[in-house]
């Protein structure tokens, strides 16, 4: 009734046009209009457009033109459905209202995606009166022209006119684009406390993870559990955060709760996600029963075959290792860190050739630290100490600062009986970082087991000791310079300490053995190892 009215009220105020048309008196006009109006609505739109046009052609009128537009609009026809409204906005003779600027903008807006012309109908559109239907499209169209700030402004009209969440929600997805985090989140939490909106919630834990508050992240993930209920993608985010906060457990709870709701990629996304959790807590079978079913669901994601070949390889299950990585290089022949892998796998499997050719098949410009460590390590696995030796010093040649090749080249001075050379390579370690507790304990246990700078050793293997103080390795050094020193019960005590970690260890039972001959104990190390 109110386009009727409206049409009734015009055809009062035009009697000049019956003047003009004498033939065509109000009452058949107003029939026109009805008979027309009856034709849009039940789907005659070829009938429809005639009668509207012929009445066009009797009446300057501005809704005559918007019914056009909504006739062409219903065709398919929205060119003309465009034309026809800037025909009226160009007429000089039409009183034009906010409805004629609005349906002009939507159009453009809607169709052709021309945010500049939409822009400048609609703001006429919404300039006197904060028409709400007319701001929403005024503030997508800022917004796809990256307006932000514009964006940001229509949408603080809106919420003048009505306070919705939704509002909320959008300003606060457009100040976030802008950088403004702070304010971004005020808006989201209007929207949380008016109806615990759902993205608001979820877009305010993403900005809670970006300040790493895994707390307020958290939080607010599980109310969004509480008012939602089961909602994936805040399931899903929660698990990953129980993770990384260390909650393991519930990580492990909530990424298994969803199983039986997801297929597909978002499956094995999930799968993968229990297999790194059950990897992190070195549960290696659950770890790999997780990383098969993800394999079964997407076999083309390579971080899943390399994390199932990974467990199978610390599993010591060493041929299902070899395949998974095999399987990758069929299609990613250049994946560098599993051709490492399939290297060690081939050296753990004494396929000694193998490996050395597997490891040369880097690409010369991949050859990085990693590559010269595991290419020694092949020669040393073999005894071929000299050739690992000029391994790690062509690795040297590229990476001087590398505490890794230095500590790797000290091993094979060691073995070399080159204790000098051990001795400066370590030292050139702590001079890269004092901190490296491995060079401060295998320099101290160096001096112990030469005799040396006892005192020395014995600070640098309790410098160690203090950082890690369940180490067997560094116990047994302390045990082993306090020998040196003479301190023989306290080195018992130390190496008993150890062998009770490791009671086959046979360096350990060895320094048991001196230690216990040391003090005239005639104790016997079964008798030491049974009492323990």
Known sequence: MKYLATFIIFIMSCSYLTNAHPANNDASIYSNFLKASYLYNSGDLKASLDIFLQLKDLLDDEYLYIMLSEVYTKMGRVD??????????????????????????????KFFKNCDKAISYMERATKYENEVNGLETLAVCFEDKSDYASAVGTYDKLIKVYDSPEYHYNKGKLLTKLGLLERSKQEYLVAVKMNNHLRSMLN????????????????????????????????????????????????IELFESVLDDIEGKQKSFVLKQLGLIYLEMKKYEDAKRYFIEAVKEDRLDYQILYFAGYTSELMGELKEAENYYNEILLTREDFTQVIKRLAIV?????????????????ADDKKDLEYFRIKAAIYLDQELLDKSLSI???????????????????????????YDRSIESLKSVLDLNSENYSALNFLGYLYADLDMNL??????IDKAL??????????DSMAWV???????????????????????????????EAILKAMNSGKTIDEVINKM
């Open 392 to 418: 790690l010093n062509e690795g040297l040649l590229l990476f001087q600062n590398s505490e890794d090749l230095l500590m790797d080249q000290a091993i094979i001075y060691e073995k070399l009986e080159n």
């Open 80 to 109: 003309k459905a465009a034309y026809v409204l800037e025909e009226a906005i160009n007429n000089d003779e039409i009183t034009k209202s906010d409805l004629l600027y609005y349906k002009a903008g939507l159009i453009y807006a």
């Open 346 to 362: 081939y050296l753990g499997e004494k396929e000694f050739e193998k490996s050395i050719a597997t490891i040369d098949s880097i």
């Open 204 to 251: 305010l834990a993403e900005i809670y993870i970006a300040e790493k508050h895994l707390k307020e992240a958290i939080d607010i993930l599980e109310k969004t559990r509480l008012f939602h209920g089961n909602i994936l993608v805040a399931e899903e985010r929660l698990a990953e955060l129980y993770r990384e906060e260390g909650s393991l457990n519930k990580a």
């Open 466 to 475: 203090k950082n890690e103080p369940d180490s067997a390795a560094y116990i």
């Open 455 to 460: 005192d020395e050793a014995y600070s640098f």
């Open 482 to 512: 306090l020998y040196r020193l003479k301190r023989y019960k306290e080195a018992y005590n130390y190496q008993k300490k150890a062998l009770k970690m490791f009671p086959d260890e046979i360096e350990f039972i060895k320094h048991m």
